[in-house]
């Protein structure tokens, strides 16, 4: 399965340097995650996070850095720029730590038909956070 053909991964990001560094890092670590368009819909005004973003130039996804807004609109301005049949939305302080987790879930949805999947997160402490999931959509059946 080469995942770059099936998805695309949006993250809105505002003054998030470190969290957004960590995010991104751990991208890298994740099955087939090569040339994987990964947009960052930023609306920082701060320059550490400008800097961290551009200084990124050894992952092996395509990131490509947006214009965001609020996160609503940040997820819409990046789920503008798929052109794939499936969008991940992650948050920029979301650190995905399985790296099968991606792969899983796609090959998860393609298998069994799914428009939607989710997973638990945990937090730094080791608890569930349910406030924030992760959310893959079929593009033709998302609705922002």
Same mark, same amino acid.
């Not at 995942?3 to 087939?32: A, M, R, S, Y």
């Not at 920082?44 to 050894?58: A, F, G, I, K, P």
């Not at 428009?115 to 924030?132: A, E, I, Q, W």
């Given at each position: ?26 991208? &890298?670590?994740?099955?087939? %995650? ?7 819909? =930023?609306?920082?005004? *701060?320059?550490? @996070? ?46 995905? &730590?399985?790296?099968?987790? %991606? ?7 393609? =298998?069994?038909?799914? *428009?939607?999947? @989710? ?26």
């Amino acid at each position: 399965m080469e995942l770059h053909k099936l998805l695309t991964i949006v993250i809105p990001c505002k003054n998030e340097g470190k969290t957004i560094d960590q995010t991104l890092t751990l991208l &890298n670590f994740q099955e087939g %995650i090569e040339y994987v368009k990964v947009i960052v819909a =930023d609306n920082s005004d *701060d320059d550490y @996070t400008t800097y961290h973003l551009e200084q990124r130039n050894r992952d092996y996804f395509d990131l490509r850095i947006i214009q965001g807004g609020l996160p609503s609109k940040a997820r819409n301005n990046g789920a503008l720029q798929c052109d794939t049949p499936f969008m991940l939305f992650i948050d920029s302080d979301m650190f995905i &730590n399985d790296p099968k987790l %991606i792969k899983g879930c796609l090959e998860k949805m393609v =298998d069994e038909r799914l *428009d939607l999947v @989710t997973c638990k997160v945990r937090s730094s402490t080791g608890k569930y956070n349910y406030v924030f999931r992760v959310y893959v959509l079929t593009k033709t059946n998302h609705h922002c």
